[in-house]
């Protein structure tokens, strides 16, 4: 069976166990929710008004012009194909509850650190949002253990929703026993994805590379045969290495290194770690020559203009790809698993939460709701470049590179949680391993990098 053909059975996702031991390991707070790509410094800003007659939009998500009522939402969705997808969700929302009156306030910047502090800040004051963009799992125990997020698990998770999710994605919306967050996507980390027409003129199969190393050397023979830049990688901020970095070591090492790694036995795997740091090294020197001043999107930009052949990102940067014109998959861009992780399906998921001292508990109830249904994610979905958490979404409408990551999804053998995207790792690891690669991007120091990773644990 092909991309293109798939029967009913097939266009809904198979109940398997998704990302084992996920609610052991996830551990993240405020200060590991600051590294999703999709809200980068430099990535496209929201234009006019995003809400499609919505008001309030700050730019900052630090309130603005919400009224008593006013569902307003903090989000960092802002680059390309993710505000279309953000923009998709809320028309599909305004159709069902025409009268919700939608103050739309992204918090763009810094890989989505912005989003932190203005959370912060606005919850502990008891000023929230109606509510806001949070990575499910124990990203939300700051907030379960101070009582400041609703028990939904009545109000929202009816017996049809939590029947229809991944089991396990249940879990993560219910770090402290209650449920407490509607997850709204899954997205796939250890993607590489290329140009068809540069790499086929440089003379490179990608299906052909199956390890990290022969990744350098393809990138090399991208540099010696054509103009384009081999690797379309941003280092102005650190997340971008550090998944990167993340990829390369389960490629070479696998998974149950990498498992031990995370679990915070680093000594024992000294070489493996300095191994992957030095390949990083290897592949830096395939970067844009502004790498330190580009966002996520304006490299994968250069991608899709022909400039660039390969590019390390999740797959919300088909959603960019989907949104230029005439860049068709299989034709203009493609995708493998990056070298050495076939069997693995690394993920990141996103959601919303019912913060207490709501200023719209009506609206926002609605919102959480619709959130969770199969409309509002067989609308956000393919637009995003992401799968559903619900089984039951039909995929007809999800073209042929989300039908293969779904399948890849049911095919994997495992579903490992992501340091960089914070689910993997203790708030101030998580900070620590950040501030590692970030001084690593700059001087490429192996030694210095290595005991700085060793001692954030």
């Given at each position: ?23 052991a ?41 919400a ?49 932190d ?33 609703e ?28 449920l ?44 010696d ?15 971008s ?6 990829s ?7 998974v ?44 994968n930009s ?60 009506e609206?926002?109830e ?11 994610q ?20 999800f ?34 391993l ?22 954030s644990?």
């Open positions: 069976m092909n991309d293109h053909e798939r029967d009913d059975d097939a266009n809904r996702l198979t109940r398997r166990h998704y990302v084992a031991g996920a609610g390991a996830v551990a993240v707070g405020l200060a590991g929710c600051s590294d999703d790509p999709e809200g980068d410094i430099g990535a496209t800003e929201t234009e006019g008004d995003s809400g499609g007659g919505s008001g309030g939009d700050t730019e900052d998500g630090s309130g603005g012009d009224e008593e009522g006013d569902l307003e939402i903090v989000h960092w969705w802002t680059a390309g194909g993710e505000q279309d997808a953000y923009q998709a969700l809320l028309d599909g929302f305004r159709e069902e509850y025409p009268d919700v009156e939608i103050v739309d306030n992204p918090a763009p910047g810094g890989a989505g650190s912005a989003i502090a203005v959370i912060q800040n606005r919850v502990l004051d008891g000023d929230p949002p109606s509510t806001f963009q949070i990575w499910p799992g124990q990203a939300l125990t700051p907030y379960t253990d101070e009582d400041l997020l028990d939904i698990g009545d109000s929202v998770w009816t017996d049809e929703m939590e029947e229809a999710y991944l089991g396990d994605i249940v879990d993560l919306a219910r770090p402290a026993g209650n407490v967050a509607v997850p709204i996507n899954i997205h796939r980390l250890n993607n590489l994805f290329y140009n068809v027409e540069v790499v086929e003129s440089a003379n490179v199969d990608p299906t052909d590379i199956n390890d990290p190393q022969q990744l350098a050397d393809a990138l090399q023979t991208v540099a045969e054509t103009d384009a830049t081999p690797l379309a990688h941003q280092t102005q901020s650190p997340w290495s550090l998944q990167l970095w993340e390369i070591f389960i490629g070479m090492q696998g149950d290194a990498y498992r031990t790694f995370i679990d915070g036995d680093v000594s024992s795997l000294e070489t493996e770690v300095r191994n992957a740091l030095e390949l990083l090294n290897t592949y830096s020197e395939f970067f844009p020559e502004d790498a330190g001043s580009i966002s996520w999107d304006q490299g250069a991608l899709i203009e022909g400039d660039a052949a390969f590019i390390h990102q999740g797959d919300w940067a088909a959603g960019q790809y989907r949104a230029a014109d005439g860049f068709e998959f299989g034709e203009g861009w493609d995708m493998v698993a990056f070298p050495g992780t076939t069997s693995v399906y690394q993920s990141v998921i996103d959601s919303f939460v019912f913060p207490t001292n709501n200023p719209s508990p609206a926002t609605k919102f959480l709701s619709y959130a969770g249904s199969v409309d509002a067989a609308r956000f979905n393919p637009v995003k470049g992401s799968i559903p958490p619900r089984t039951d979404v039909p995929t007809d409408d073209g042929p590179f989300l039908s293969r990551q779904i399948e890849d999804f049911n095919n994997s053998n495992t579903q490992p949680p992501s340091i960089a995207h914070g689910t993997s790792v203790a708030p101030s690891v998580h900070s620590s950040e501030e590692a690669f970030a001084n690593f991007n700059g001087n490429g120091d192996v030694d210095e990098a290595y005991q700085a990773i060793a001692n644990f």
